[in-house]
């Protein structure tokens, strides 16, 4: 099944390669997804009649199973891996995103320097990528310093 959207009809599909978790493209959390779909599909078309229809528990039924069909692709995810198919716009997929925090103290020690320029009671993160991006520190060498960290944070996209 492709699934097809205005979004996908004029943009080109996003590609997650970068951020993704463990990419397998197990065939299990196609077939997961496959079923989400379809059970999100049934939802829709009986919600807008189910309003004013007696049917509206039937339609609150269909959106419980389409809730418990994701938790489900999520657990499939996470035991087969993430599942991405770019040219047809099919995501099942854990990615993580990078939180960095920055640290005066080390900071402070390798680059004192630069430390009334970006030091207040903490790092100004804005004048340090502005070092960075100017070519006077390397990223590279903050996170080594650690005065840079980075703390991974996961999320699902089922789309």
Avoid: C
Wanted: proline share 3%; no cysteine; net charge neutral.
């Amino acid at each position: 099944m492709i699934k097809e959207t205005k979004e996908t009809k004029t943009k080109k599909n996003p590609d997650y390669s970068k951020t993704i978790v463990n990419q397998t493209n197990a065939d299990e959390v196609k077939v997961a997804l496959h079923v989400y779909y379809e059970l999100q599909l049934d939802a829709e078309k009986l919600r807008g009649m189910l309003e004013k229809m007696p049917e509206f528990k039937e339609w609150v039924a269909a959106s419980t199973k389409v809730d418990w069909q994701k938790s489900k692709v999520q657990d499939v995810i996470d035991n087969y891996g993430s599942y991405q198919d770019v040219e047809n716009g099919i995501y099942g997929l854990k990615y993580s995103r990078q939180s960095k925090d920055y640290h005066a103290e080390p900071f402070l020690e390798k680059y004192s320097k630069y430390a009334p320029a970006v030091i207040e009671q903490t790092i100004n993160v804005k004048a340090l990528e502005g070092l960075v991006k100017g070519g006077l520190l390397a990223e590279v060498e903050l996170k080594q310093a650690g005065v840079i960290t980075e703390t991974p944070t996961f999320a699902y996209y089922i789309r």
